[in-house]
């Protein structure tokens, strides 16, 4: 009967985060948009929102010819293209673009409570995961045709299979239960795969660690136990569909062609065409971002020869894609976006100097913006809802800390270590706080979210004992 009664609660929580999302989704259109952005058309903000409905635009034609045999999973390797191309080929509207992206919103809470549920009540749960179900900043992105939604339920399915997966089962369902939750982490770097690769690519050395020091667990202390030969099978179908989903996009072009860079290059690379572009244009705010790509040319980068060569790649592509957001100075004017760039006279010249600053990295990717920047870049939707969404983080965190000292779950360091080192890298390559907010938002509402939950529950724990009582 309770089981009926949840399932019960958990369709109408969807049904109704559904509605609520596609109503607002479409007062963002119709109302919102048009009067906060002027070049927006239709309801398609200018710039990545309107690149990609064109190319959707583009590639129905071809569908329409041809049939299912033109469809591309990446139209000029953007996949919101080729998803809203699908769209368009069915439903010949841009608001069937709004009903999937709320249906994908809806998913992610009902995810995220199951998440929860490892460690919370029900009621608990469903009251941590409204920040995120409300979102009011998100609607208007996600009213857009956009990477975000995706990758906020893929993520969260690859954390909630992840959580399945390293979980004791019992004996009679183990094997079933195990795929099950493979399936569902599958599904989930699928979703990321489509828009957003490389996280795919972040996450797989991450999830190692995480299984491995479980397999450990269970061998120095539960020797009797053999779930640790499913979860090391199981394990490693998931590391090997991480790998495998990793790539596709246009940004494996833009990181790997960090491997050679040279400052100023004729080079055809994607870094070397935005460095020159850069270049040529000669306003004020350009000595930054060439400032930055003159650190990581081949001359001035300095590769630590302890590191394999892949390793030192890596951390060069980071501090290279950290240079390219810089890059976003020379095309604007607005004080709220100039405002919003940390660290610009921070530019690591090697693996080592990259190396020492994650832990600067890691204060910019969990806790930025600052409080001194809260409300300072007004009017602004971004700077009137974000600081209320950080504050939230920071109390949360430290109900984070004493839920853990309390309740002593070590389940719960996966989502919050999964979540502090991904924020932590998105930190490293993202010095501007608007764009480093998008890509860091499923870690960074999985914090916020879980601080809520732990603190419902500690304050209801502290009402059935008041602290002193025997």
């Known amino acids: 009967m309770n089981e009926y009664?949840?399932?019960k609660t958990m369709i109408i929580l969807f049904l109704s985060v559904f509605m609520y999302a596609v109503i607002a989704m479409v007062v963002c259109r119709e109302l919102v948009i048009p009067r906060m952005a002027p070049l927006s058309i239709n309801g398609n903000i200018a710039g990545d929102p309107q690149i990609y409905n064109q190319l959707a635009l583009n590639k129905v034609k071809d569908l329409r010819a041809q049939g299912i045999k033109a469809f591309e999973l990446r139209p000029k390797n953007q996949g919101p293209a080729g998803i809203a191309s699908l769209n368009y080929w069915f439903i010949k509207n841009i608001y069937g673009m709004v009903f999937i992206n709320a249906f994908l919103h809806a998913l992610s809470i009902i995810t995220m409570v199951m998440i929860f549920r490892y460690w919370f009540s029900l009621r608990t749960s469903i009251?941590?995961?409204?920040?995120?179900?409300?979102s009011p900043n998100m609607m208007i992105a996600f009213s857009q045709i956009n990477k975000d939604s995706f990758a906020l339920t893929g993520t969260?399915?690859?954390?909630?299979?992840?959580?399945?997966?390293?979980?004791?089962?019992?004996?009679?369902?183990?094997?079933?239960?195990?795929?099950?939750?493979l399936l569902i982490a599958v599904a989930g770097m699928f979703l990321v795969f489509i828009m957003r690769p490389y996280i795919n690519q972040m996450l797989l050395p991450i999830t190692a660690l995480i299984l491995i020091l479980r397999i450990v667990y269970y061998l120095m202390f539960k020797k009797k136990n053999r779930e640790w030969i499913h979860l090391a099978i199981f394990g490693s179908i998931l590391l090997i569909g991480l790998g495998l989903l990793s790539h596709g996009a246009d940004s494996d072009a833009t990181l790997k062609s960090f491997d050679s860079f040279s400052f100023h290059?004729?080079?055809?690379?994607?870094a070397n065409k935005s460095v020159n572009t850069s270049v040529a244009n000669k306003g004020v705010n350009t000595s930054v971002a060439n400032k930055c790509f003159n650190t990581i040319d081949d001359q001035n980068w300095q590769n630590w020869d302890l590191f394999p060569n892949f390793i030192n790649h890596k951390l060069k592509a980071l501090m290279g894609q950290r240079c390219l957001i810089f890059t976003i100075r020379e095309h604007t004017s607005k004080p709220a976006v100039l405002n919003s760039?940390?660290?610009?006279?921070?530019?690591?010249?090697?693996?080592?100097e990259a190396l020492c600053y994650i832990p600067r990295a890691f204060l910019i990717g969990i806790f930025t913006p600052w409080p001194n920047l809260w409300f300072s870049n007004w009017p602004s939707v971004f700077y009137t809802l974000v600081p209320f969404e950080a504050a939230g983080v920071y109390i949360g965190i430290m109900g984070l800390i004493i839920w853990l000292i309390r309740r002593k779950n070590c389940l719960m360091l996966v989502p919050i270590g999964l979540s502090f080192a991904m924020m932590t890298i998105f930190g490293m390559a993202n010095p501007h706080i608007g764009t480093l907010y998008r890509y860091r938002y499923p870690w960074w509402m999985l914090i916020l979210c879980l601080g809520i939950a732990a603190w419902i529950d500690l304050?209801?724990?502290?009402?059935r004992k008041p602290i002193g009582a025997c």
């Open 5 to 7: 009664k949840n399932l």
């Open 127 to 134: 009251l941590a995961v409204l920040p995120l179900a409300i």
């Open 156 to 181: 969260l399915l690859l954390t909630y299979g992840l959580l399945r997966l390293i979980q004791p089962t019992q004996k009679t369902i183990l094997l079933k239960n195990k795929l099950l939750s």
């Open 265 to 270: 290059s004729s080079s055809d690379s994607v």
């Open 341 to 352: 760039f940390v660290d610009m006279d921070k530019f690591p010249q090697g693996s080592m």
């Open 459 to 463: 304050i209801e724990d502290w009402k």
